[in-house]
């Protein structure tokens, strides 16, 4: 991959962090408004546009082409060898709440979350980065992280729950220490470096978006991530598909959940 489209791709997380922290000064009473449906169906929030626009814009007067998948714009299709999948904010409940614990994600790809060969993680608020390239490692504010060989004696890990937990995940809410976090990128980067022993989602409810960036930083840092059914989990780089995930510092964890 060329440098050039790494060094955008950097620069549009910039461009996306800068933008939404200064417009939490001014006009975080407008964070939460609906103002549309995005390309996915959901009600498409103001942070969430203001996020995207300004990444789009700059991402379009880049002298690359570049095709965008974007949760709310859907595929803007440029002619390019390589897409760059987008979440502008992922945690948009976290962002318009005030809660300190939301990202913008962008991993870059051909057709597939099995061909992403560059993601970037950036929690806003905290201005924390995570970055992986394919067959290179992953890296946590610019230093080399590793998934423990072991989870811990008590596990702790992060659940989607409310209305998008199932059986499985119910189950699992019973036993360890619990979080639910409301990020999915930030809470696979969290298993990343050892934070969180693992996270499910156990719905097929999370898209492309989501978890392009934060899977290739979960398997270059030495994590697994499959689906519910434990199996390796790989999906087309489309705003239509949806999965369920379980992420962990290791296979046999997994087996364990799953089973």
């Known amino acids: 991959m060329d440098e050039e489209i790494?060094?955008?791709?950097?620069?549009?997380?910039?461009?996306?962090?800068?933008t939404i922290i200064k417009a939490n000064t001014s006009e975080f009473h407008k964070f939460g408004t609906n103002i549309g449906i995005g390309a996915d169906g959901t009600p498409t929030k103001y942070v969430d546009k203001i996020a995207e626009d300004v990444a789009i814009t700059f991402i379009e007067k880049a002298d690359l082409n570049v095709n965008i998948l974007s949760e709310e714009a859907g595929f803007l299709n440029h002619d390019g060898e390589y897409t760059?999948?987008?979440?502008?904010?992922?945690?948009t409940r976290n962002a318009y709440r005030g809660i300190p614990f939301y990202s913008v994600s962008?991993?870059?790809?051909r057709s597939k979350l099995s061909d992403v060969e560059y993601g970037i993680v950036k929690n806003i608020p905290t201005k924390d980065i995570f970055v992986a390239e394919k067959n290179q490692g992953a890296f946590y504010n610019n230093k080399r992280i590793g998934a423990p060989d072991l989870p811990g004696k008590a596990l702790l890990s992060s659940l989607a729950l409310g209305k998008n937990f199932d059986k499985k995940t119910l189950s699992l809410a019973k036993k360890g220490i619990v979080r639910s976090?409301?990020?999915a990128s930030l809470?696979?980067?969290?298993?990343a470096i050892g934070a969180l022993d693992f996270y499910v989602v156990g719905k097929e409810y999370l898209r492309v978006t989501d978890i392009a960036a934060s899977?290739?930083?979960?398997?270059?840092?030495g994590g697994f991530v499959k689906n519910i059914d434990g199996e390796e989990l790989d999906m087309d780089l489309n705003i239509d598909e949806?999965?369920?995930?379980?992420t962990a510092c290791t296979e046999e964890?997994?087996?364990?959940?799953?089973?």
Do not use: N, W, Y
């Not at 949806?242 to 379980?246: C, E, K, L, Q």
């Open 215 to 221: 899977t290739l930083i979960v398997r270059e840092a």
């Open 181 to 183: 976090l409301g990020s």
């Open 253 to 259: 964890l997994i087996q364990s959940i799953i089973s």
């Open 6 to 18: 790494k060094i955008l791709a950097q620069k549009t997380v910039e461009k996306i962090s800068r």
């Open 106 to 109: 962008l991993g870059i790809g």
């Open 242 to 246: 949806r999965t369920s995930i379980v």
């Open 84 to 91: 760059f999948v987008l979440d502008p904010i992922d945690g």
């Open 187 to 191: 809470e696979m980067c969290m298993v």
